[in-house]
């Protein structure tokens, strides 16, 4: 496997990652990048590239973002967060793997990314629901700006720095796995 497969792997992932705390704004981030030509995008995904998209892409980020601090909307978003999470994770995945075999791209981009995607999203929604126990949804607030923030940072350090991006996407799964671990002792 050569280094360029290794980066657009890193990517992939990190970008899968960014898509479990918001699912549009990664996706943006990959429309913009790619529209401007700091990122080669799968031949087949060449549309990611077009104004179009990058329309569609800020316009569903914006409303994603600003949805998500309205409250009753968080807590529904986050229902259908998780699956959405796992497509848009998976896609973005599929768009970043050139040059490989059908077989692989897909395969890694269901576990990889799909399943981080996935993974992130239960945690996020799942600190959501313990917010708004918690806190009567009073905190919703700070948890939506730190998803926001870490979707942002992780995109943008995954298409500029992928090695850091797989790094922070490692992290933060690191951080989810010994949040489950304290609640389930607690």
């Given at each position: 496997m050569n280094s360029e497969t290794l980066i657009s792997i890193f990517l992939g992932i990190g970008l899968a990652a960014s898509v479990g705390f918001r699912v549009?704004?990664?996706?943006?981030?990959?429309?913009?990048?790619?529209?401007?030509?700091?990122?080669?995008?799968n031949e087949k995904w060449q549309?990611?590239?077009s104004i179009p998209a990058l329309i569609t892409f800020g316009v569903a980020m914006l409303f994603e973002v600003f949805a998500y601090y309205i409250p009753f909307i968080d807590n529904l978003l986050?229902?259908?967060?998780?699956?959405?999470?796992?497509?848009?994770?998976?896609?973005?995945?599929?768009?970043?793997?050139v040059d490989l075999d059908p077989l692989f791209t897909w395969s890694l981009a269901i576990i990889a990314g799909g399943g981080t995607a996935a993974a992130i999203s239960s945690s996020t929604s799942a600190t959501r629901a313990v917010s708004t126990a918690t806190t009567v949804g009073i905190g919703n607030p700070i948890v939506s700006t730190v998803e926001t923030g870490a979707a942002a940072t992780l995109s943008i350090v995954s298409v500029f720095i992928p090695i850091i991006g797989i790094l922070l996407t490692i992290f933060v799964l690191f951080i989810i796995i010994r949040f489950y671990r304290k609640i389930k002792k607690g």
């Open positions: 549009f704004l990664p996706l943006f981030v990959l429309s913009l990048a790619a529209y401007f030509d700091v990122l080669d995008v549309w990611l590239a986050d229902t259908i967060a998780v699956p959405l999470a796992a497509i848009a994770g998976t896609a973005v995945m599929v768009s970043t793997l």
